[in-house]
């Protein structure tokens, strides 16, 4: 291609161009030269965005340690026989109470009984002998001092009687004994508590370590729980205040109480050094069995009251880069972001802000996810809802519609 149609062709690619972009800006509905690109309602300015507010409130706030614990029977019992022999019966019901007292198993009495009734036959027969020996001890006495008596004869006699009365004061001691035994073939409950699955089966020849039924005491109940070791000085201190310190058991999720009205009870003498930990004793009423042995919960509890302290609901907290802040309303309706230290949650929709608010200043709860720095907000109250737009709002928002539609 010669020199001549190379100039031709760039030439006419430069027209067609022009001719492009003048079409494209006389296009009607277009935005003319020296004119501004249409903008929001009011010459551009946004409309106020409606939020939720509420204000800084000041009140007394509990303060919580809260730690992972296990619930444990205040006394456990493993009931044993205390003799040996036939098991003839079992009256409890697997799962069900017993009082202190009750009956719990019956062994074959009658070797027992047999045993109980020869010492007491035994008693008699010595207490007859000590009778006679006293009657001669008696008579010899009275003969002794005419000397028809030898005086050895008469010692003689009354070393017999007080071998014969320690005789019967060791038949008492074996009457005793043969009635313990026997009274042993009644297994008695020793605690008021809850029987679990029996061990044994009527039936069977028990022994002293055979294991009848295990009793578990259920009111009241413990819970055991661990703190961290640097929390002792601070439970230390608040159960030295005079008053009982109060705890609650919670599900494992802590989304509610499952028992209450606990108070500490022991803090142990020592902390476990491959742990860093301290154990610590509640005791909890459990009228209603809502502890079980070996469950585990989550245990609240409460080591003092912070008087007058900042609270906010807890969604009007963000996460920054830089940390924990939230919109705070101006007072020409514009916010801010105030970045704020959070002391503890309180309750399950709320926290305590340490520093960064005061009293009556009045933080976005709802809205923020369209906010940013200085933006204008409309603050409504809590359930508040925006009061519907007018007739002339609704007329200028149709024109506007109408306007943007006619370039199309």
Do not use: C
């Not at 409130?57 to 296990?70: I, K």
């Not at 070797?111 to 020869?118: G, H, L, P, R």
């Not at 801010?336 to 005061?358: F, R």
């Not at 009045?362 to 359930?383: I, M």
């Amino acid at each position: 291609m010669s020199r001549f149609w190379k100039i031709a062709l760039v030439v006419v690619v430069v027209l067609v161009l022009a001719v492009v972009g003048l079409r494209l800006m006389h296009k009607p509905g277009g935005p003319q030269a020296g004119q501004a690109q249409p903008q929001g309602k009011e010459g551009g300015q946004q409309p106020p965005v409606p939020v939720t507010v509420v204000p800084v409130a000041r009140q007394d706030v509990p303060v919580y340690l809260t730690a992972l614990g296990t619930v444990q029977a205040l006394n456990t019992v493993v009931v044993s026989p205390q003799v040996s022999g036939t098991l003839i019966s079992l009256q409890f019901t697997e799962g069900q109470p017993v009082k202190k007292g009750q009956v719990l198993a019956q062994i074959d009495p009658r070797t027992f009984q047999a045993a109980y009734d020869q010492a007491v036959a035994r008693l008699h027969q010595d207490q007859a002998q000590l009778a006679t020996a006293k009657a001669n001890y008696s008579r010899s006495q009275e003969l002794g001092p005419k000397g028809y008596i030898a005086k050895q004869d008469l010692d003689a006699l009354r070393n017999t009687v007080s071998q014969l009365q320690a005789t019967i004061a060791s038949d008492q001691a074996q009457i005793r004994d043969a009635q313990v035994q026997l009274g042993y073939t009644k297994v008695i409950s020793p605690i008021d508590g809850l029987a679990g699955i029996r061990g044994v089966d009527p039936g069977n020849v028990v022994t002293t370590s055979s294991s009848i039924v295990t009793l578990t005491q259920l009111h009241p109940i413990n819970v055991m729980f661990t703190l961290p070791e640097q929390n002792l000085d601070m439970v230390r201190q608040a159960s030295m205040g005079g008053g009982e310190l109060t705890v609650a058991a919670l599900d494992r999720g802590d989304a509610h109480v499952v028992a209450g009205g606990g108070v500490l009870k022991v803090i142990d003498n020592q902390i476990d050094a491959s742990t860093g930990t301290f154990r610590l004793k509640s005791e909890f009423p459990n009228e209603k069995n809502e502890l079980w042995p070996g469950q585990f919960v989550n245990v609240r509890l409460k080591v003092r009251t912070v008087g007058g302290g900042l609270v906010i609901p807890a969604q009007a907290v963000q996460r920054g880069p830089d940390g924990d802040y939230v919109y705070l309303l101006q007072q020409d309706n514009t916010v801010k972001m105030q970045p704020v230290q959070v002391a503890q949650e309180v309750g399950d929709s709320a926290v305590m802000i340490a520093s960064g608010l005061s009293e009556g200043q009045r933080v976005v709860t709802e809205g923020q996810f369209r906010l940013k720095p200085g933006s204008k907000v409309n603050p409504l109250k809590p359930g508040e809802v925006p009061p519907a737009p007018t007739k002339e709002e609704l007329e200028k928002a149709k024109q506007g519609g109408g306007r943007g539609r006619r370039g199309h």
